[in-house]
């Protein structure tokens, strides 16, 4: 409509297509249509060019001129959304498809089927397409099949189309891209074409064939009802790909070139709609298109069709303008079961607008009534029904025999009729949501319509359901059960529910039902009509059995106290018990059944025949493994009844009863009064195996433990835990025991000797084979000592030689029978031989002549002969060698220095002699001109290597047993370090070994990676240089040099903190010689004065050193003094380099005063006063007052007292402010600072002038000019007393007054002059009004000296005369002030107005005096009395004329009138009583409070009259009439002649 336009078109997000998005307002509400004017809204010349064809348009691109092109393509997305949904008229338009994945045989490939306006396939029509493979493998060249699955309609069966192609076209479906189009031919059959281009589609060849002749009639109809369900567009169409992955383009086939006429709308979102651009839409021109828009907030339920605007056709549809204008009698909705079709649209039907050419009547369900449910839901006696909000009678009943869809029905109940009874609605379980019944006192219900509208909403059956009944109360129930609900609320009082709700009945603790439940299991409806329980045949009971207590003779107990029926309970013996004569399934539990009967109840078992024995206790060890046989069945209880038996067996397979146990035990019955014994048991254990040791040992065991050891046969390979083993012997006869231990072979199968884990024996006597000797010993050697015998002391020497055998572990010694020949390599003559425990045969050596080894002279003191096979033998035998080595590891042979010594330097030889004995002679056989060993230096490297900055040492050691004789003196040694460069010679001097050799690096490049130094060269005086083999020692290291000039700068504030700036670099310098782990220099920091230490700190990387930057030395600092920083580097391996650097320090801190100690608003004076240490006179300071002056440095001279003042008088109230001072030396070292913080109060506020005061006789107006900024508080205090002189003033002050005001929330502050008006101050009284000026700073809140000034009101008041309604004066006609302090001479006289009187009686007559005037005057407490208020003087009367003379007696009109008089009189007396009463009552408001206290209250008594007329403390109606003055005064009666004012009407 005119009320509603177009939105800037906006391209579709897709990533090519031709769907442009228009986004529509979201406010719609259903139905609702509107014009889409190609000709403003989207204007065709800027859109869509004349003639033009459509190119695909990219995300963000604007629209323009478009080039030719014959197709328009919607193309899928590659993410998980497979689907896409188009507006299309199947049965008029081609459907093209582009795949761009290969299929998959026997899969679903794509579904294409109608939707609605949701996101799923409403099952109208589904076409689901499958490639199948071949017809007939048996047939070569068979076609392959195609496979359409129809399924038209929600509930009808699935109909399956197979089409064929031939081979040729067998490379399309497992191409990457191939083409499907889907036909409709005007008989209504689908043709299907293959293809591998789009172009293809049109080739006859590419069309598939197929048997079918026609599709099924129910997918065309459900087609033609889509198609005319999108509204003359065509059908929605959803077509989905068997693969969310695949890609997937939807191709339309335009012959024709697509221009502005052919824009349409299609619903496709809540709020969004799209253009589709289709030649099928029969519209011409530039006509306007009439569009629709579906927003989500649909004022009308979505479960029908929409109504629209109806349009007069053939019929006349009514013009109605919502759904209950349609309920007429000449527009009903269409029954279910009526077929309207296009022709039947006429009055009968309700009508739903179309399209701008059709008026379709739609099927409509509704909901109905049929026979007398309306007359049930009108006349119900509990419930009430509302249709719409109009509730349903006999009247109006039959206007709703249909309700519409989206209608509402509520159902409320009635009022009851009954006392004590409610209405609900009756409680249904059927109903899903239950909370929409809320209290139950009313619930709505909707027309609706299911899926296929065959049902609407049935509220009759609804209202059988729910219509209201007598609510359910609390029923009667039995003790023994509960109720779930409990009818209570939170509260625990009583509550009602709906009838129908259902009762659970659920049995108490330790209650259960006759068939052993705890819960019965049927639920019961409440029902007003069903209210007890607990008897009779809605009786719900619940039952227990109770086990009885059990004497103690007895030794059993029942594991529960009670027992549900059914349910048995368990029966039990004391610990340690059994029953008489047990069995294994009745040794000591036996179950006890609760037995129920209905007309017995619930009973247990009688058990007085049963009692329990104590049984035989078992001592078992730990982990005994032990498994119990009772009556042929195991049993885990660790005693046995009296005169039964167990049986022992073992847990673990494999394991054995320990030594010495019986395999059954027994428990006697004791004597009389006697416990059974308790029976010791040996537990079950692994065995030890004997079956190794068997073939290596004669075994013997003992079968009992007092019994002899015998020997183990063949079958038995393991023995018990704890059984005695002895070994009698080795098997074989060439092994023995050794003799030590040959009574080692008794032992017992124990965890000490056995290792179970292992399976074998630890460690037990060996057998030994004996060591045998070689024959001929008997010609060489004769038998001398038995060296070790192993214990055997009978063992000979002889003995030995004789049996050519030698026990094991023993050695004997045998000599050469000639004592003249050594043995063969030996130095003497005794030959040894040794048995030990491996059995190996001794071999023998011979004796021979033999040679001295002196017979050959030591070339020096440290080259020394020697036998080549026993270095200690003076004697060598014939042939064999001797060998010249070196002394010592000091010292190495100087032809080789890699050698130590020579070997067969010389041979004993057997000489010729000429009387053919045999002589012998040690001759040399070397040929080595410098066979000697000279001696070999070794450098020493020290605790510290470190001696100072850049500086190392090491120590060269020579033997000291070195051959120093002139011939073999040496000279000097030659020390180089790493890369041969030489760092040092020392000069040998005699008797000296040991030498210093200091080096110093010429700067610190790799001084972390260290020096290596050797002794490369020695030289002696006769034999020359000797270069000596390299023996290198690491890790020299020389100190770090010290810290260069300007490392750091010192700087003190005051004496402490001392502030070190270290140099940027120190710290990068110093960590290009730091190695971590092997070469990390530290620092010692040092305080010192002079020459004395004063503070030492623990030594620090230089990373920690520098990251230290102030130090507190105030302990040992001294203000104005000298010192020096001393740091001393050093790594660990000594001492290197110090650096100093000095500073002075300052002057002490200044103490600050402020010289006023009251605040003041803009002036202050700081006073700053030197340390006692400080020097005086002329001073450098540095000062600054914050937020008010810069930093200032001057020099100022300070007083005798070493204090010096600056004034400040230009500061600003409430403020805070910080004076900071430093005291500086000459050269500008600074003190510690020192500061004071202050604040500076508000403006006092200016004097109060008598200008400033206005007065009456009750209140006091104060003016006052405030300054922004403070506020100001006016408090006023009344004169309690005067003596001499001196007043003296109430301590609280009676009135205060705060400006500015509180007002919305904040206060209100106006710098203009301000008056305050102080009420409720008495009359003529002093008073004193006292005002300060205060402010907040810093959370404190800051007051001025106050300004005051004394007032005293006045006495009396002429509004008060005036309110009385006289007039007041003054003689000589003076002017009469409104207000007057106490004055006795002057008189006012008080005039009654014209025609009235003062209210005074002649007290003679009673008559009134007709006086007009009195006179008043003012007094301390007020005016003196008068009368008031004024009033008329009544009119004459004439008594009634007498026409008899009075008779004797009283007629009875007279005595009529006296009892009237009389009863008027008493009613007098007795409303005087009831107001006296009250006004005695406190004198108090209506309800006997009494008043709050009035600033008037201690004025004195003025007349009445002038109280009434003013109307100040005077009762009106029931107001009572006392005047309440305070403490000070009584209360006092106003009185007019005789009678209170309450009296008074």
């Known amino acids: 409509g005119a009320d509603y336009t177009m939105a800037k078109a906006v391209v579709s997000t897709q990533s090519t297509g031709s769907l442009i998005g228009v986004t529509l307002a979201s406010n719609f509400c259903y139905p609702e249509r509107f014009t889409f004017s190609k000709k403003t809204s989207v204007p065709k010349d800027d859109i869509i060019k004349e003639g033009a064809v459509f190119d695909p348009i990219v995300a963000g691109h604007e629209v323009g001129t478009l080039p030719d092109m014959n197709l328009i393509a919607l193309n899928a997305q590659d993410n998980a959304a497979s689907t896409r949904t188009i507006s299309r008229d199947l049965l008029t338009t081609p459907l093209f498809l582009k795949f761009s994945t290969a299929s998959q045989l026997g899969a679903i490939n794509h579904v294409i089927g109608t939707v609605d306006s949701s996101e799923v396939f409403d099952i109208g029509f589904l076409l689901t397409a499958k490639f199948k493979g071949v017809k007939d493998p048996a047939v070569e060249g068979s076609d392959l099949q195609y496979s359409v699955e129809l399924k038209c309609g929600a509930d009808a069966a699935t109909t399956e189309i197979m089409y064929a192609y031939p081979d040729a076209l067998k490379a399309v479906a497992t191409a990457d891209n191939w083409y499907v189009s889907y036909t409709f031919d005007e008989n209504k059959m689908l043709h299907v074409s293959l293809s591998s281009d789009l172009a293809g589609l049109d080739n006859p060849a590419n069309k598939l064939s197929t048997t079918a002749t026609e599709l099924p009639a129910v997918c065309i109809s459900e087609l033609e009802k889509a198609a005319a369900k999108a509204g003359g567009d065509g059908v929605l169409i959803r077509y989905a790909v068997g693969n969310s992955a695949d890609k997937i383009t939807l191709l339309y086939n335009s012959d024709a070139k697509l221009t502005s006429e052919d824009v349409v709308i299609m619903d496709q979102s809540p709020n969004l ?80 607008y179309a399209d701008i050419t059709k008026c379709y009547a739609k099927n409509k369900p509704a909901c109905n009534f049929v ?60 109903f899903a949501n239950q909370a929409d019944f809320g209290d139950y006192t009313k619930v709505e219900f909707q027309c609706l319509a299911n899926a296929d509208n065959s049902k609407t909403t049935d509220f ?21 059960v509960t109720i779930t609900p409990d009818f209570t609320d939170d509260n625990g009082d009583p509550k009602i529910h709906p009838s129908g709700t259902e009762i659970k009945f659920t049995c108490k603790e330790g209650f259960g039902t006759s068939t052993g439940t705890t819960e019965f299991t049927e639920t019961v409806a409440c029902s007003s009509s069903v209210t007890d329980y607990s008897a009779g045949g809605s009786k719900k009971e619940c039952y227990q059995c109770v086990a009885p207590g059990l004497d103690a003779s007895v030794n059993a107990a029942f594991e529960k106290a009670t027992v549900l029926p059914t349910h048995k309970v ?48 078992l001592k078992l060890p730990d982990n005994h493994g032990l498994k119990f046989i009772f009556d042929d069945e195991e049993t885990t209880i660790e005693s046995v009844p009296q005169d039964e038996e167990y049986e022992l067996q073992c847990q673990t397979e494999g394991h054995l009863l320990e030594f010495g146990q019986a395999d059954e035990i027994e428990c006697e019955e004791p004597d009389a009064d006697a416990a059974p014994a308790e029976i010791t048991v ?77 399976n074998k024996f630890k460690k037990i006597i060996d057998c030994y084979e004996k060591c045998e000797l070689t024959s001929g010993m008997s010609d060489n050697y004769v038998a001398k000592e038995v060296v070790e015998n192993d214990g055997d002391g009978t063992l000979t020497a002889q003995a030995v030689l004789d049996d050519m055998k030698l026990p094991p572990n023993t050695k004997v010694t045998f000599e050469c029978k000639n004592t003249d020949e050594t043995v063969e390599g030996t130095k003497g003559n005794i030959f040894t031989a040794e048995c030990g425990t491996n059995g190996d045969k001794i071999a023998l050596k011979s004796c021979y002549p033999s040679c001295q080894v002196n017979e050959l002279d030591n070339p020096n003191k440290n080259t020394i002969v020697k036998s080549n096979t026993d270095p200690t033998a003076a004697k060598v035998a014939m042939g064999e060698h001797v060998d010249i080595s070196c002394s010592g590891a000091d010292y190495t042979m100087a032809f080789d220095t890699a050698k130590s010594k020579i070997e067969e330097y010389g041979e004993c030889k057997l000489q010729a002699t000429d009387d053919a004995s045999k002589k012998v002679l040690l001759e040399k056989t070397s040929t080595e001109a410098e066979g000697y060993c000279v001696a070999v230096p070794t450098v020493v490297k020290p605790a510290k290597t470190s001696v100072g900055p850049l500086k190392m040492t090491a120590s060269v050691t020579l033997p000291a047993d070195r051959d120093d004789t002139d011939a073999w003196k040496i000279s000097e040694l030659v020390v180089v370090r790493e890369g041969d460069a030489e760092v040092c010679k020392i000069t040998v001097v005699a008797g000296t070994d040991s030498y210093d050799c200091e080096i110093t690096l010429s700067d610190a490049t790799n001084i972390q990676a260290g020096v290596t130094l050797r002794v490369k060269e020695i030289k002696y005086d006769t034999k020359g240089s000797v270069t000596l083999p390299v023996k290198s020692v690491e890790g020299f290291y020389a100190g770090p040099p010290a810290l260069g000039t300007g490392a750091v700068t010192i700087s003190a504030v005051g ?58 030395w105030s302990a040992e600092l001294e203000f104005l003094s000298g010192y020096t920083v001393e740091i001393a580097a050093s790594t660990s391996h000594g001492p290197g380099g110090k650096s100093s650097t000095s500073f002075k320090t300052g002057n002490d801190k200044a103490t600050l005063t402020v010289s006023d100690v009251k605040v003041s608003s803009t002036s202050r004076s700081v006073t700053i006063t030197l340390a006692a240490s400080s020097v005086g006179g002329a001073t450098k300071i540095k000062h600054q007052l914050s937020g008010k002056t810069a930093e200032v440095t001057e020099v100022k001279t300070f ?47 200016k004097a109060i002038n008598t200008g400033d005061i206005a007065l009456t006789d009750g209140t006091a107006a104060i003016s006052f000019e405030p300054a922004a900024g403070f506020t100001y508080r006016i408090k006023v205090y009344k004169k309690i007393s005067e003596v001499d002189g001196v007043k003296t003033w109430s301590t609280d002050p009676v009135a205060t007054y705060v400006y500015p005001e509180p007002a919305d929330g904040a206060r209100r502050r106006r710098d203009t002059k301000q008056t305050y008006t102080f009420p409720g101050l008495a009359g003529n009284t002093e008073y004193k009004v006292v005002m300060t000026s205060e402010g907040t700073v810093g959370g404190t809140v800051l007051v001025s000296d106050p300004v005051e000034m004394e007032f005293k009101t006045f006495a009396c008041s002429k509004a008060t005369l005036t309110a009385a309604q006289v007039a007041v004066s003054l003689p000589a006609d003076a002017a009469v002030s409104d207000f007057h302090r106490p004055d006795e001479n002057t008189v006012f006289t008080l005039t009654c107005p014209t025609d009235l009187v003062i209210n005074e009686k002649d007290t003679a007559t009673g008559a009134l005096t007709k006086v007009t005037t009195q006179t008043v005057t003012c007094t301390a407490s007020g005016w003196s009395k008068f009368t008031a208020p004024c009033v008329a003087v009544p009119e004459p009367t004439q008594p009634p004329p007498v026409t008899e003379p009075v008779k004797e007696g009283l007629h009875g009109g007279a005595i009529a009138g006296i009892v009237i008089g009389v009863i008027v009189f008493l009613l007098i007396v007795i409303i005087l009583i009831i107001c006296i009463c009250r006004r005695g009552g406190g004198g108090g408001t209506e309800n006997g409070t009494s008043q709050k206290y009035s600033p008037r209250d201690n004025e004195g008594e003025p007349d009445i009259g002038a109280k009434e007329a003013n109307g100040d403390n005077v009762s009106m109606g029931s107001q009572t009439a006392k005047v309440e003055l305070g403490d000070e005064e009584e209360a006092v009666e106003a009185k007019v002649e005789g009678e209170t004012a309450e009296e008074k009407v």
């Open 273 to 352: 709609a799209y253009l589709l651009y289709s030649k099928t839409y029969p519209v011409p021109g530039d006509e306007d298109v009439t569009a629709y828009k579906f927003p989500s907030d649909s004022c009308v339920n979505t479960a029908d069709y929409q109504f629209v605007e109806p349009q007069a056709t053939d019929g006349v549809c009514p013009a109605a303008a919502s759904l209950g204008e349609f309920r007429n009698a000449d527009c009903k909705a269409v029954k279910l079961t009526e077929a309207a079709t296009e022709d039947t649209c006429n009055t009968q039907y309700c009508c739903w």
């Open 371 to 430: 026979g007398n449910d309306l007359f049930d839901l009108s006349n119900n006696d509990r419930t009430l029904t509302k249709v719409e909000g109009t509730e349903l009678t006999n009247t109006n009943k039959n206007s709703y025999t249909t309700i519409y869809l989206g209608e509402k029905v509520e159902f409320s109940c009635k009022e009851a009729t009954t006392p004590g009874e409610t209405n609900l609605l009756r409680y249904n379980k059927d």
């Open 460 to 480: 009759k059956a609804i209202f059988d359901m729910v219509k209201c009944e007598a609510a359910c109360t609390k029923p009667t129930i039995h003790e023994s």
């Open 570 to 617: 368990n029966l039990k013996c004391t610990d340690g018990y059994s029953f008489e004569k047990p069995k294994h399934d009745l040794r000591n539990v036996m179950e006890v059944e609760c037995n129920y009967g209905s007309g017995t109840g619930a009973t247990l078992e009688d058990v007085s025949d049963k009692k329990c024995s104590q049984d035989c206790k």
């Open 682 to 758: 040996k537990g079950c254990h692994q065995p030890c195996s004997i079956d190794a040791i068997k073939g290596k040992y004669t075994v013997e065991t003992k079968k009992k433990a007092d019994g002899a050891y015998s020997s183990v046969g063949t079958p038995t390979t393991e023995v018990a835990l704890g059984t005695p083993i002895k070994l009698a012997g080795c098997s074989s006869s060439s092994q023995v025991f050794l003799f030590s231990e040959k009574d080692q072979n008794e032992f017992v199968c124990s965890e000490d000797t056995y290792d179970f884990a292992a």
């Open 1055 to 1112: 004496k402490s903190p001392v502030l070190l700036t270290w140099g940027g670099t120190l710290a990068a310098d110093v960590a290009k010689y730091t190695e971590a782990g092997k070469y990390e220099p530290v620092y010692v920091l040092t305080l010192k004065k002079s020459t004395e230490t004063l503070k030492t700190y623990e030594a620090k990387s230089i990373t920690d050193l520098v990251a230290t930057t102030s130090y507190d």
């Open 1199 to 1245: 007083n005798e007292d070493k204090q010096y003042t600056i004034e400040f008088d230009d500061l600003t109230p409430l403020n805070s402010y910080t004076f900071t001072v430093m005291v500086l030396t000459d050269d500008g070292i600074p003190s510690q600072p020192a500061s004071i913080t202050f604040n500076q109060g508000p403006t006092k506020p």
